[in-house]
């Protein structure tokens, strides 16, 4: 009888150390996230990417992720951008991240001689990677998206 209330408390003490490691992290898929983003009001008018867009703006390949939402602003003259992943593996993860960065500094590149306005916005974006997850997101808002963001990754 001691033996299955000591067992008991046991349980239940790694139970709560469990539940406190959590973080209390919202769940959800990228379309998920990408839903938390767009209710914030702060996104202009966004389109998605396919896949095959999505490859030719990044390199990032199909194999390389198992879950994405990617959206781009409607408006071409606008930087907002949005890419959200879940990576198939950490070999996968790293070449995302690489991609991801190699976008950022594209459009920085591609905005910095014509668009100082979006120059800056795209200066105030940012890249974000735990464990699978990564994102790319450029905004005027990157600061109170990159909030809402880091409730689920």
Not at 35 to 64: H, N, Q
Not at 69 to 79: F, K, P, V
């Amino acid at each position: 009888m001691r033996r299955k209330a000591l067992l008991s408390a046991c349980f239940l003490i790694l139970l709560t150390l469990l539940c406190a490691c959590s973080q209390g992290k919202k769940t959800g898929d990228a379309a998920a996230v990408y839903s938390a983003l767009e209710k914030t009001g702060v996104l202009p008018s966004m389109i998605p990417m396919t896949a095959d867009e999505l490859y030719d703006l990044t390199g990032i390949a199909p194999e390389d992720y198992t879950d994405a939402a990617c959206y781009e602003a409607s408006d071409g003259l606008l930087a907002d951008e949005v890419l959200l992943f879940t990576a198939s593996d950490l070999d996968a993860a790293a070449r995302i991240e690489n991609a991801l960065h190699r976008r950022l500094d594209s459009k920085a590149a591609e905005a910095e001689g014509y668009s100082p306005e979006q120059f800056a916005v795209i200066k105030k974006g940012f890249i974000a990677k735990s464990g699978l997850n990564l994102c790319l997101i450029v905004s005027p808002e990157a600061d109170r998206l990159k909030s809402v963001y880091g409730e689920y990754r």
